[in-house]
């Protein structure tokens, strides 16, 4: 990354692109939904979870923006302290970005796909194996999250943190 100018662009475009796209589907359904709020229901993949999850995943890419945006300024003004504290965070994939997808209903709709397809491009840039989470929240059947049974939710994610090699 180191100031490519190029880089942070490209990176930019993409994040912008895809905000843009959750951003109306985001209004689409919350448009739909007007209304409608006594009727929240907390089941994975009902409406209300579907506009949350959109929610949180427009949030995290305009959090990340924000980042790309001080870290390119920081680093043109030569405030390398602040610079490299901000690289550290810009690294990091954006917040939500796919989880938001858990609280989806199925079929993920076409602007969320299409979203999610650019935001692929970015695998190298951000820590981890995010293309491969991304691939995983576009195959999955269904939403998982609120879980139906949240005992069997915390023995998963307790079974899942005492399997070796996980932090």
Known sequence: ???????????????????????TEEHRLAEHQAGRERDHDDRAGSPGQTVIGLGEMTRGLREKLDALALYAGFAALGLEKRTEAERQRLRSEPRCVPSGTNRMARPLSESTVQALQLLRQLD??????????????????????????????????????????VA
């Open 124 to 165: 190298t840039f951000f820590e981890g194996g995010f293309a491969a989470r991304i691939d995983e929240a576009l195959a999955a059947p269904r939403a998982t999250y609120p879980p139906a049974d949240w005992e069997a939710y915390r023995r998963e994610v307790r079974s899942e943190m005492e399997k070796p090699g």
């Open 1 to 23: 990354m180191d100031h490519d100018v190029d880089k942070l662009r490209d990176v930019a475009t993409v994040l912008n692109e895809a905000l843009a796209l959750l951003k």
